[in-house]
């Protein structure tokens, strides 16, 4: 193995790491908004990072993994928040220990 | 959009993203490119305007340079709260929806400002209306709209708007 392609496993780990923190974050948060926010954060790092890696480990890939990594900048966090929308919408409680929520407020104005 | 260079920054773009996905700059893939992107932007340059939008000055450049470092930045320190967030026992989220305002108009701009919130730390954008967003904040400081402007929207707004119109 050459050593680009070491830092590209190096790479891939952090990045499943990463992802590792999501899967503890959807489990551990208390309600639907920062179970999202704990979703996207670290599912959209984990994932370039890992496409990171596979550029490295073999680097004629890597015009095509940018175009995939640029994909996921955009769609990613829009989901999320298309989601959480939706769950506001739907009027999902958010957890006890919610300070505000102005969006509640000016709900009627939105309509 | 009276920019009369839209139609350039059309076909530039769907030439652009057509040599990415096929990875290779030989003539053939070259002229295919120029001739579909050629009738894209004839026929569907009206409702392509968001790809026009950006502006292409040296200013803008050094600005979307900016931008893409300290979103990065962001992405990672977002990241590497979320993890200790997550590790500790004790779990110190304050939630909250706050409002915040922008001043940005353009719709790209836009776009790419409620999908930076939700990827910088503790931020996710949960609405958005005429100028005002809507953003589920983790650990909020504070409910103030004027002050979660600073806090939230600013930095990215400063470099949003020297890209696009």
Redesign the interface.
């Known amino acids: 193995m050459n050593a680009l392609a070491i830092l590209g496993v190096m790479v891939m780990t952090a990045g499943a790491v990463?992802l590792a923190?999501a899967g503890?974050?959807l489990y551990?948060?208390?309600?639907t908004?920062?179970r999202?926010?704990?979703g996207?954060?670290?599912t959209?790092?984990?994932t370039i990072l890992t496409l990171v890696g596979a550029a490295l480990i073999m680097p004629d890939w890597g015009?095509?993994l940018?175009?995939i990594a640029l994909f996921l900048?955009?769609t990613?966090?829009?989901s999320?928040?298309v989601l959480?929308?939706a769950a506001?919408r739907a009027g999902v409680p958010?957890?006890k220990?919610?300070?505000?929520?102005?969006?509640?407020e000016?709900r009627e104005e939105?309509a | 959009m009276s920019d009369t260079f839209a139609p350039v920054k059309i076909f530039s773009v769907t030439l652009l993203f057509w040599i990415?996905?096929n990875?290779a700059l030989e003539v053939d893939v070259l002229l295919v490119g120029a001739v579909v992107a050629g009738a894209i932007t004839f026929l569907l340059a009206g409702s392509l305007s968001f790809l026009s939008g950006y502006r292409l000055t040296w200013e803008s450049a050094r600005a979307t340079l900016g931008y893409l470092g300290y979103f990065l930045r962001e992405?990672?320190k977002?990241?590497l709260s979320?993890?200790r967030?997550?590790?500790d026992p004790a779990?110190p989220?304050?939630?909250?929806?706050?409002?915040v305002r922008t001043r940005l108009k353009n719709p790209v701009a836009r776009?790419l400002l409620?999908?930076?919130i939700?990827?910088t730390p503790?931020?996710?954008?949960?609405?958005m209306?005429g100028e005002?967003l809507?953003v589920?904040w983790?650990f909020?400081k504070t409910?103030d709209?004027n002050v979660a402007t600073a806090e939230i929207v600013a930095d990215f707004e400063k470099f949003l708007e020297k890209m696009y119109d």
């Open positions: 990463f923190f503890l974050g551990r948060m208390p309600d908004y920062t999202i926010q704990a996207t954060k670290a959209t790092l984990g015009v095509k940018l175009l900048m955009f990613n966090p829009l999320s928040q959480a929308r506001h958010a957890t220990e919610s300070k505000a929520d102005a969006l509640a000016d939105l | 990415l996905l990875g992405l990672l977002a990241n979320l993890a967030v997550v590790m779990l989220v304050e939630p909250a929806i706050v409002k776009l409620a999908n930076s939700t990827l503790g931020t996710l954008t949960v609405e209306k005002w809507y589920h983790v909020a409910t709209p």
